[in-house]
């Protein structure tokens, strides 16, 4: 009986490994990659987070004959975390915590050939541009200021003198006027006096 069960124990496995190619294994990360901080390290571009994060972290392998299972992370903030997103295959993994951190360890169970995985990049989240759009209402005023040609202002000047002096030039005509008249009179009364002695 022990001979039979592990007959099929045995066969099992082997038909296991020959379903997946190479049976699953552990893999742990690169040890110069121990102590990364995010941000800090080579930065890239990830996918979206399902829990709506944005610090990631991608791992991958060198090669292309081995793929993540599973992943356990170990954050110095978040904690420990197991939760991935594969993107565009399973060669890839993408971890995600909810803010800066730094990465303590990270193990895997794989399906292949290779034993250690790489820390390829790191996310976060992009920069928040301000944009102030300011306008700026100017007021023109405009003011209309009428010129006269210094020739017609001379004129214009010279014409209004004129005008004030005309009244007393006009008092001078008609006192000379009167001045005549006066002696047109001296001289009538000349003449009645010489007529006098003959009607005398």
Same mark, same amino acid.
């Given at each position: ?47 979206t987070s399902p829990d709506g994060y944005q610090y990631g972290w991608h791992f991958k392998f060198r090669g292309t004959q081995t793929s993540f299972i599973s992943i356990s992370c170990s954050f110095e903030k978040a904690g420990k975390i197991t939760k991935m997103v594969q993107v565009p295959n399973n060669q890839h993994a993408y971890v995600f915590t ?52 210094? &020739?017609?202002?001379?004129? @214009?000047?010279?014409? =209004? #003198? /004129? %005008? !004030? $002096?005309? *009244?007393? +030039? ?10 005549? &008249?006066?002696?047109?009179? @001296?001289?009538?009364? =000349? #003449? /009645? %006096? !010489? $007529?006098? *002695?003959? +009607?005398?």
């Open positions: 009986m022990f001979r039979i069960n592990f007959f099929i124990v045995f066969s099992s496995i082997i038909f296991i490994f020959h379903a997946t190619g190479v049976a699953a294994r552990s893999a742990s990360l690169n040890i110069l990659q121990i102590g990364s901080i995010n941000p800090g390290f080579t930065a890239g571009t990830c996918p909810p803010g800066p951190d730094k990465l303590q360890s990270a193990s895997a169970v794989v399906n292949g050939v290779e034993t250690m995985f790489l820390l390829s990049n790191i996310c976060t989240p992009p920069t928040p541009t301000s944009s102030m759009n300011t306008s700026k209402v100017l007021t023109t005023t405009t003011r209309t200021t009428t010129t006269q040609p210094k &020739s017609s202002a001379k004129n @214009s000047a010279e014409r =209004a #003198s /004129g %005008e !004030q $002096a005309s *009244p007393g +030039k006009a008092s001078g005509e008609q006192a000379s006027r009167g001045k005549a &008249s006066g002696k047109q009179a @001296s001289r009538g009364k =000349a #003449s /009645g %006096e !010489q $007529a006098s *002695p003959g +009607k005398a």
